[in-house]
C-alpha cells in the first residue's frame, strides 16, 4: 500500500522516543474540529497497519505515566479497541515480548490508577484482552493478580479485582469454574464484613451474580445459597445508611438475578421479597428507589419459564404489590392543562409514579393471569371505588383497564359485575373519572370481545352516546367515540344496528360542532362503525358523504393535516361498506384529491402519507378491476415506503445518554448484546403499512397486478427477514403466495406480456428458497406458522415446476421445524415438573401447545400437497420423514398430532395407490385403532384412511375388511353419532362403508351391510363425501343393485326418500347427479303401479312433495 512520504514523516516523529508528539496525537483524536480528527484518525491506523508493537507499547507507556487524565483514559479506550476481537484484533500481529509488557503494564495500571472512572476503563481492557488468551492459557498470571488485589487492604484494588471477575464470568466464566471453592470464600467473606467499603460490596455483589449466572448447572449454584442472606443485607445496609445510589445499583443486579436465575432465590424467597415488597412501600425514599424494587418483584413474577408458579405461592405477595401499584397510580394531579389538551393523548398531570403503576398492573396480569390477580383485584377496586378522592376512582378505572388483557379468562366469566363497576362511574361529578370510566370501556371491547359487546350492548352502546354529549369536556366526548370504535370493532352488523340512527346522528353533530381532537376521534368512530355495519350503513350514505367530502377539500391548513388524514379513511371505509355501485361517484372525486396530494411535495412526518396509502388499498378493494387505471399513481410512492431504510442509531448498552432517549415515544430501543439500538418508529409503521397494501392489492388485482410482481418481490423477499418490525414480516409472508398466484393467473390468460411458465419457475425458485431461509431464523412461532402456510400455498401455485434440488431443501426445512418444536415442547414438560408449578401455569403452557400444534398442522398440509403433487416419486423423501411422524401416534401425543399423522398417510394412500401399499402393515392398525379414538376429528381422519384403503387397497385391503366394519359400525351406531360435534366423523365412516360394498362386496354379507348403510343416509355435513356418496346411490339404483332394492324392492320408499332429502339441499350432490335421480324417477312413475307410488309418495314431508313435483314437470 503506497503512503505519502510526508504521512510517513508524522509517524515517524509520532512514534519516536519524544513522548510529545504521540500525547498530541491522542489528544487530537478527542478534537471536536472535523479535520483535525480526521487527519488524527489516519495516521493512528496506519500506525496500526505499519507498527503495531510501537503503537500498542506507546499507548500502554501513555496509560502508566501521563499527568493528564483525559489522556490516560483515551489510551485505555483505543487499548480496548484494539485488544477487541474484531476485524481489527491487533493481539496475535504483536510480538511476544510485546505481548508480555502489555500484561504486566496493565496489571500496574490498575495498581497505580487513582482515577476511578479510569480505573474501570482499564479493568474493561484487561477483561477484554482476558477473554482472547485465558481460555488458552496465555494470561497465567492473571487470575492470582486478581485474587491478591482481592484480599488486598485497598478498597480501590478489591473494587477492581471485583470488575475484572465479574465480567470474566460474563465473557468467559468457564475458566473461573475451577476457582468455585476459592471464589465462594471470597465473595461471602466480602459482603460479609463490615470494614468493607459500600463500592467494594456493589463490585462483589455485582461479581457474585455474574458469576452465579455462569454456572450451568443448579448445584453449583446452590453452593452459592448461603451468601444470598449477605447480598440481601449489603442492599438493606446502603439503604440504613441514606446510601440510595449504591442501594439502586444493588437493586439493578437483583433485577438481572430475578430474571435469569430466579430459582436461585427460591429458599430465601420470603425475606427478598419481604425486603423489596418494604422498599416499594417506604415513601420515605426516592422514586427511582421504590421503581426499581417493584421492578425486581414483576420480573420475578415474569420469569414463568424458569420458575414457573413459583411467586404465587407467597402469602400476601400479591395482595401487597397490587396495593402497592394501585397507590402509585392515585399519584395524579387534575392540571388544567388536561382539560384544554388538543391532541387525544395529551397525558397532564400524570406522573412517573402514575406511569410505573399502569405499566407493571398490565406485565403483572399478562405473568400471573386471571385466576391469581381477579380477587385480589376486585377486593381492592371495591375499597377504592366507595372513597371519596376521585384519584382512586380513576386509579381503580386505570387498574382494571390495564389487567384486562392478562385476565381476559377470568373476566369475562363474571361480565355483569365488571360492566357495572364501570358504567356506575359514567355519572361520576369529575370529567377524569369519566374520561377513565369510558377508557376503561374501550379497553375491555378489545380485551374481552366479542363477549362483551354479545351480552351488553344495550347498557354500553347507550352510554357512551350520552357521554357524546358531553360538550363542556371535549376530551371526555372525543373519548366516547374512540370507545365507540373500540366497541364496534368486535360487534356483528345485528347488534349495531338498532343503535345506528343514534351514534351516527351524535356523530355527525361533533363532526360539525366539536373541536377538532374531537372532529378526529368522530371520524375514526363513524370509519369503524360502517366498517362493523356494513350494508346496515347504506341509509346513511347520502348524508354522511358529503360531511366527509367536505373535510377531504377544505382541511387544507398544517394545524389540520390529522383532520384530513382521518377523513381519508372513513371515505375509503364507509366506501367499501356500501359497495361499489353506491360509491363509484365519489370515489373518482375523492382520487382525483387523493392524485393531486400525491403529486403535491409532502413532510417527512406527514400523517396523510400512511392514511393514503391505506386509502388507496380499500379503493382498489372496493373498485376491483376498475382500479387499475389508477395503479401507475399508486405504485411508486408505495414502493418507496416500503423501500423505507430503518432510522437506526447504535450505541453501546451502558452508554451515559440511554436515559435521555429512553422516554423519546418516537424511538423504540432493542439491547442486542452489549449494543443498544433505537429505530424510528414512524419509519417502521409507514413501511409496514406498505408492505401491507402491497399484499392487498395483489390479492385483489390478481393478474390484473402482474406489470408490477418482479418490482414488489425483488422488494419484499428480502423483507422475509426483517427483524426491527413483526409487521413487516408478515406482510412479506402473505405477500409470497399472491405475487405467485398473480403470475400464474397472467400467463394462463394471456396477459403477462409474452412471459411463459418458466417465468413462474423463476419466480418460485426466488421466492421458496428465500422463505425457507427465513422460516429457519424466524424466532416468532406465530409468524412461523404462517410462512409454513404460504410455502404450502407457494407449492401449489408451483405444482411440479419444483425441482429435486427444492424438494430436498422443503423436506430438511420441515425435519428441523418438527425438531424445534418437538424441543420447545420439551422444555415446556420440564416446565411442568418444577416444584412451584401449578394449574395457572399449566393453562398458559396448554396455550402455548396450542401454537406448536399449528405448525404440526401445516407441516401435515405441505406434506399432503407434495404427495398430491409428485405422488409415488415423492415416497423417497416421506421415508426419510417417517422417523418424525411415527412418534405422533402415540397415545401419549394430544388428539391433534395424531390427528395430523393419520391425514398425512391418508393422502400417500389416496395419491400413491399401488406405491403405498408397503405402508399398510405399518400404519393400519394405527387407523384402525383410531377409528374409536375419543376425538372426532381423530375418527374422522381414520374413518376417511379406511375409505381410501378400501378403495385403493385391492387384495391387501382384503383381509382387513371384516375388522374395519366393525370399527366403521361402531362410529355410526354410536347414539350421539349425528350431534354436530361427532358429525363429520359419522359422513366419513358412511362414506367409508359405502366403499367398503362397492369394492368388497365378495368380502362382506351384503343383504344385511347394504340395507344398513342405506339406512344412514342422506349425509349433509361433510358437503364432499356427501356428493359421493349420493353419486354412489344414484349409480346402484341405475344397475338396479338387488341388494340395495331388497326383496320386492322394499327399500324403493327409502331410496326416494333419499333422493327427495337430497335434491331439495342443492349442497350436497353435484347438478349431474341431480338430474340421474329425477331421470330415475321420472321412470318410476312410468314403471310402478300408481297405488305403490302414492304410498310412497305420502312419507315424504309437503315441502319436499312440492320441490319434486316442481323438478319433474320443467
Known sequence: MATDPNQQAQLAMVLGSDAAPFETLISHLMSSSNEQRSSAEALFNLAKQTNPDTLALKLAHLLQLSPHPEGRAMAAVLLRKLLTRDDAYLWPRLSLPTQSSLKSSMMSCIQREEAKSI??????????????????????????FVFQCVSSDSSKLQESAFLILAQLSQYVGETLTPHIKHLHGVFLQCLSS??????????ALNAVISFVQCLSNSTERDRFQDVLPAMIRTLTESLNNGNEATAQEALELFIELAGTEPRFLRRQLLDIVGSMLQIAEAESLEESTRHLAVEFLVTLAEARERAPGMVRKLPQFIDRLFAALMKMLEDIEDDPAWYSAETEDEDAGETSNYSMGQECLDRLAIALGGNTIVPVAYQQFSAYLVASEWQKH??????????AEGCSKVMIKNLEQVVSMILSQFQSPHPRVRWAAINAIGQLSTDLGPDLQNQHHQRVLPALAAAMDDFQNPR????????????????????????????VSKLLVLLQNGKQMVQEGALTALASVADSSQEHFQKYYDVVMPYLKTILMNATDKSKRMLRAKSMECISLVGMAVGKDRFKEDARQVMEVLMSLQGSEMEADDPITSYMLQAWARL?????????????????PLLQSAQLKPDVTITSADSEDEAEDSDDESMETIILGDKRIGIKTSVLEEKATACNMLCCYADELKEGFFPWVDKVALTLVPLLKFYFHEEVRRAAVSAMPELMRSAKLAIEKGQSDGRDISYLKQLSDYIIPAMLEALHKEPDTEICVSMLEAINECLQISGNLLDEGKIRSIVDEVKQVMTASSSRKQERGERANAEDFDAEEGELIKEENE???????????????????FKASFLPYFDELSSYLTPMWGRDKTAEE??????????????CRDAAFKYYDTYLPFVLEACNDESADVRQAAVYGLGVCAEFGGSVFKPLVGEALSRLNVVVQHPNARQSENAMAYDNAVSAVGKICQFHRDSIDSSQVLPAWLNCLPISNDVMEAKVVHDQLCSMVERQDV????????????????????????????????????NIIRQLQQTLPQSALASIWSTLKPEQQHALQSMLSS
Open 620 to 636: 382498489c378493494k372496493c373498485l376491483g378491476q376498475e382500479f387499475l387505471p389508477y395503479m401507475d399513481v399508486v405504485m411508486p
Open 194 to 203: 463490615n470494614s468493607v467499603s459500600s463500592d467494594v460490596k456493589i463490585a
Open 476 to 503: 371526555v366526548q372525543a373519548h366516547a367515540a374512540s370507545a365507540v370504535l373500540n366497541f364496534s370493532e368486535n360487534c356483528t352488523p345485528e347488534i349495531l344496528a338498532p343503535y345506528l340512527d343514534g351514534i
Open 1043 to 1078: 341388494d340395495l332394492l331388497g326383496p320386492n324392492n322394499q327399500y324403493l320408499p327409502k331410496i326416494l326418500t333419499v333422493f327427495a332429502e337430497v335434491l331439495t339441499r342443492k349442497d350436497v350432490v353435484t347438478e349431474e347427479t341431480g338430474g340421474r335421480m329425477v
Open 394 to 403: 380513576h386509579a381503580s378505572l386505570i387498574a382494571l383497564a390495564q389487567i
Open 851 to 869: 401454537q406448536e400444534e399449528e405448525i404440526f398442522d401445516q407441516v401435515g398440509e405441505i406434506l399432503g400437497t407434495l404427495v398430491k403433487t
Open 898 to 911: 395424531r390427528r395430523i399423522a393419520i391425514c398425512i398417510f391418508d393422502d400417500v394412500a389416496e395419491q
Open 119 to 144: 480505573s474501570k476503563k482499564i479493568c474493561d481492557t484487561v477483561s477484554e484482552l482476558a477473554s482472547g488468551i485465558l481460555p488458552e492459557n496465555g494470561w497465567p498470571e492473571l487470575l492470582p
